[in-house]
Every structure is written in C-alpha cells, then in structure tokens.
C-alpha cells in the first residue's frame, strides 16, 4: 500500500474540503427549472432559482418557465412560530363562529318579532302569569294570615307559659309560620324573575330596533 506523502496541515485541508463537500451534498437541491418569486416583508418582489432567503418566513411560489405556478412552499417555522399561527387561526374560527351565532340569532329575533307591538305583547303575556301566580300565592298569605289570628287567640291562655299549650296548638303555629316564610320566599322569586323578564326584554329591544331600522333600510 502506497503512504499518502501529503503533510500534516495540507492532509487537514484535503479532509475538511473532503467533509464540507459531503455536507454540501446533503442539502436538498434547488427544484430544477423552477423560478422561486415571494414578497419580502419589505414589500419587494424578489426572484432566483433557489429558495429565497429573505422570504424563508412566508409562503413562495415556484413558477414553470412559462409563468405559471408550479408548486408553493411554506414559511420555515420554529414550533413557537406554529403554535403562534394555530392559536390565531383558532381565534379566528371562534370569531367567525360567533359571528355566525350572532346572525342566525338576529335572524330569530326578526322572525318572532317583525314589529313592536309583537314584541310588547310577548312581554306582557309572560308578566301576565307571573302575577297570576303572585297573586295566587299573596291569597293564601292572607288565609295563612287569618288562620295566624286564630291560633294566636287560642295561644292567649297560654301566654305566661306557651310550653303549656296543647301540642296540636304549638304544632299548628309552628306549620302557619313555616308556612308564610314559604310563601313569602316564593313572592319574592317571582318578583324577581319579573325583573329578568322585563330586562331580557328591554336587551331584545335594543337590538330589535337596530334590526328594524336596518331592515327598513333595504330596497324593497
């Protein structure tokens, strides 16, 4: 076998050429015949037979020798540039989602309500059996209030000592009270689901007449 009669600094070239060669190789070539174009984020319109450098961050187009698009390649992303890009396409198809919702609401709200005094008389009709049921409730308060008076005429004998009441006459007051405290709870429910009726009302309303006027706006 032949000894290499290359010296020591030379045979150090001759195997670092050797290695940036075979490195060389492994880079994917440019695609043959193909024209990259891309604006950079400048704003310029740039062209080679390579990928661009300047444009590595966005998408390129490679072109046939007549024009025409050939193929497109991507923007080279780090993993945080991709999740950045996937959070915003997710918040965008939340807004284009809600946006949608929005519409096919309005959409309802027209359908149910084409005019005022459409929506004036729903609000009215649900107010209407919430005082119904009021009213209902406030007539037995005052029978419980009635038989209250009774029982209290009866616990009047009693009175120095209420432990000597009959227990049929403490249980009977104990049922009137626990009675009333429950009908008062359940008036004061309804009143306040009156409260939510009247300001569901009044936010449909608001959008209501906006999609009135909008409505009216539009050529017949």
């Known amino acids: 076998m032949k000894q290499s009669m290359m010296s020591g600094p030379a045979r150090w070239v001759f195997i670092l050429l050797g290695l940036g060669a075979t490195a060389s190789a492994q880079v994917a070539p440019p695609v043959s015949g193909g024209v990259y174009t891309c604006v950079d984020a400048k704003g310029r319109k740039l062209t080679a037979d390579r990928p661009i450098q300047e444009c590595i961050d966005r998408e390129q187009k490679i072109l046939n020798p007549s024009g025409t698009v050939r193929a497109k390649v991507g923007p080279s992303l780090t993993a945080k540039e991709q999740a950045d890009i996937e959070a915003k396409e997710k918040r965008e198809a939340e807004e284009r989602s809600r946006n949608a919702e929005e519409k096919r609401r309005d959409r309802a709200l027209l359908v149910r309500y084409p005019a005022k005094a459409v929506h004036d008389q729903e609000r009215a009709d649900a107010l209407a059996q919430i005082a119904v049921v009021v009213k209902a409730a406030t007539n037995r308060l005052d029978e419980l209030a009635k038989q209250r008076v009774a029982i209290d005429a009866e616990m009047e004998f009693y009175k120095k000592d209420p432990t000597k009441a009959p227990a049929y006459l403490r249980r009977q007051l104990e049922e009137n009270s626990q009675s009333q405290g429950v ?25 209501l007449r906006q999609l009135w006027a909008a409505a009216a706006a539009v050529p017949k």
């Open 183 to 207: 009908q008062r709870r359940f008036i004061g429910e309804q009143e306040a689901e009156a409260k939510r009726v009247n300001a569901r009302f009044d936010d449909e309303l608001v959008r």
